[in-house]
DNA sequence: CCTTTCTTCACCCCAAGGGGTGAAGAACGT
DNA sequence: ACGTTCTTCACCCCTTGGGGTGAAGAAAGG
């Protein structure tokens, strides 16, 4: 019942990148969408690679990334493959936002959306429209999607830290690439450390490397069945 | 002329086993002994593992490990299949040799000795002498034998201590593994820094996880010919 | 409403790390 | 003998990291 209508509604689905660097990340993306391929295929995830297909949106997911004013973004929109790009952040200052638009991004969405308005919102944004950005208040808590660590009992902002650490960054590069003070990165830190039993940044990478958070390498493509080929 | 002269004065080759847990120091431990095969056959290299079959003489090389007066030769000791315990180090501190005997050691080589001289030490061990510990002046130089980073210059100080950094070791805690005063191994860690071009430690790490530097595991067998089965 | 969890931030204080300088001894090569 | 490299150590000074305490707001659940 609900796909006829999606099919009356869309002459074909509409098809749509993820760009990020962490696999489970790209997988949860996945996951969370898997109700909606009637509308929205998912025909490609990118790893540390610009798209390599034409798809109509890229969905740039900002964990553990450049947020999306960076240089990602910006040769993602000058790649005339990747689309329209949506900037995929929990980070919803205003004046973030405004700086994606600048350098390129035809939106700017919120992790906390359901899926459903996740899949809306890509729509209205190929449609040409630039949806609203809500949840507006607080920090969105994410729906659906996946984060290393997550099994371990991660919260979203420790792992996406514990990622930036495992990439090598110092407490004041992981406060400028998160638009955060470095006090709460360090209590992010904390938490973190805690949760994960080490005491030291040493250790700290070194169970970053053991688990998941080093950066993946690769290009997933997905068939129509949202599969991966054998 | 020189095989026939060994064979008629050794009833069979003495069996060996080297522990240690990289890789690349037990294989160039296997380089160095390549002529000696008559004599002295290494059946076993282990990584992180005691000794698996009967030998005559267990090599135990210090590197990155713990000294001969720790838990690993004491365990090897105890087992009955190491055969003799000899404690293979560029550390000839004679406290530290004391300690390593009354751990259970039965000899203790400096890695400076070369080849032949290796060698005819082992046979005395074997023959359950002692041998002398030379060279006796300063700091051994290592003749033959490899150790990670090599290749990319590095002194086997500053690999040693670049290992341990990757294991996740503080500066104290490696001044007292390598029983070098702390102010030793900042020195190492400066220079071995500038050979590696990283600033901070986080780097180091992240550098030493992707050249060879994290413990590797599991244990070699190599046949007659010291070769490793296919 | 209360509790819990997550997020964000400030401030205090101390530990650990890192860059620099200098010194000395041993070994090796010219 | 001198120069170079490796090893070992000391000391100075500053930066970075980490543990603690406290505060506040938002969201979800009972």
């Known amino acids: 019942m609900k796909n006829v209508w999606f099919k009356i509604e869309a002459m074909s689905a509409m098809r749509v990148a993820l760009v990020n660097d962490y696999e489970v990340v790209a997988q949860g993306f ?43 973004v910006r040769q993602l929109a000058a790649n005339p493959l990747a689309g329209k790009v949506v900037v995929y952040s929990w980070n919803l200052d205003p004046a973030l936002v405004e700086a994606a638009f600048a350098n390129g991004a035809s939106a700017y969405l919120s992790k906390g959306l359901p899926a459903r308005e996740l899949v809306a919102a890509l729509e209205a944004v190929h449609r040409g429209e ?13 729906v659906g999607g996946d984060w290393p660590g997550r099994e371990e009992g991660l919260t979203p902002r420790e ?15 992981i ?3 998160t638009h955060l003070s470095v006090n709460s990165v360090k209590t992010f830190i ?5 949760r994960i039993g080490v005491t030291n940044r040493s250790q700290a990478i070194l169970w970053g490397v053991e688990h998941g958070f080093r950066p993946d390498r690769g290009r997933i493509r997905l068939d129509e069945a949202g599969r991966e080929p054998a």
Chains 1, 2 share one sequence.
Do not use: K, W
């Open 190 to 194: 904390r938490s973190c450390y805690r």
């Open 30 to 72: 996945l996951g969370m969408l898997r109700s909606y391929r009637d509308v929205l295929q998912v025909v490609e995830m990118d790893l540390r690679h610009n798209v390599s297909q034409p798809v109509d949106v890229t969905l740039y997911d900002t964990f553990a990334a450049l947020q999306g004013d960076g240089e990602d």
């Open 130 to 142: 630039r949806p609203a950005l809500a949840p507006e208040r607080g920090a969105p808590q994410p």
């Open 159 to 173: 792992a996406e830290v514990l990622a930036l650490i495992t990439q090598g960054l110092g407490n004041v590069e």
């Open 175 to 177: 406060s400028e690439r």
